[in-house]
């Protein structure tokens, strides 16, 4: 079941009473929909990837058998307060319930619990285009996008093709010195074993070194409708 997000979003509509472009229009009742997009399909562009039998989702754990999907993913503390909603698996946990490094391609993603990344939704109401933003990197934020409502395999795919783009000398000037010398240690460390990865140089990924393992996304407390990456270096 979808779980309201510790920070409330202020209401998606506008003061006509008209949802926003990137708002999937619904019908009055939410509870009535199934919370598997109908032929949603990855849209995070080249570095899309479907989690195909040659890349199959890993389970890790058990799930009891009586342990069942939900059709109506929806449930806020008060009828009366607008809420995004955001899959329970996207929800901020460091206990390892999605075992993701994001130096890996999002096939090494491995669930605890059955789960279909290509078709479920990531956000409730459905959303085109989520916002999400790089912790201390504000201008590397980017988006997660899907015209059939933004699904779990989008925003994996978003995070690792935008955090694996590299890092220009110009770009890298203008850093900070401490990222910069984070970038640089982290850049050794990914490398270290592959010479041809050392040779393409640093990544944005190098510059949150030695926080690499994906645990979940947080609402922006800003009102923006932004979500933050958290990322850290070892499961609690």
């Known amino acids: 079941m979808y779980h309201q997000s510790t920070s409330s979003l202020k209401s998606s509509t506008s003061n006509h009473g008209q949802a926003p472009p990137h708002v999937i229009q619904s019908p009055s009742s939410w509870s009535s929909l199934p919370w598997v997009a109908q032929n949603a399909q990855p849209q995070s562009g080249r570095e899309s990837v479907s989690l195909s039998p040659k890349y199959p989702v890993v389970f890790i754990g058990e799930t009891p058998s009586h342990q069942s999907i939900p059709l109506s993913p929806y449930s806020t503390t008060s009828a009366n307060t607008p809420a995004q909603l955001v899959h329970p698996l996207l929800e901020r946990d460091t206990s390892g319930r999605i075992q993701y490094n994001i130096a890996h391609h999002p096939s090494y993603i491995q669930f605890r619990t059955p789960v279909s990344p290509q078709s479920e939704q990531a956000f409730y109401p459905p959303i085109t285009r989520a916002r999400i933003r790089v912790p201390g990197l504000p201008a590397w934020?980017?988006?997660?996008?899907?015209?059939?409502?933004?699904?779990?395999?989008?925003?994996?795919?978003?995070?690792?093709?935008?955090?694996?783009?590299?890092?220009?000398?110009?770009?890298?000037?203008?850093?900070?010195?401490?990222?910069?010398?984070?970038?640089?240690?982290?850049?050794?460390?990914?490398?270290?074993?592959?010479?041809?990865?050392?040779?393409?140089?640093?990544?944005?990924?190098?510059?949150?070194?030695?926080?690499?393992?994906?645990?979940?996304?947080?609402?922006?407390?800003?009102?923006?409708?932004?979500?933050?990456?958290?990322?850290?270096?070892?499961?609690?």
């Open 141 to 236: 934020s980017f988006n997660a996008e899907n015209p059939q409502g933004v699904t779990l395999l989008d925003v994996f795919n978003a995070i690792y093709a935008n955090l694996h783009r590299p890092v220009g000398q110009s770009e890298f000037a203008k850093l900070p010195p401490p990222v910069q010398h984070t970038a640089t240690a982290g850049h050794a460390a990914r490398t270290a074993a592959n010479r041809a990865d050392f040779m393409q140089g640093v990544k944005r990924l190098d510059c949150l070194y030695p926080n690499s393992l994906f645990v979940g996304l947080s609402l922006s407390s800003d009102g923006s409708g932004a979500w933050n990456l958290s990322l850290v270096s070892r499961y609690h």
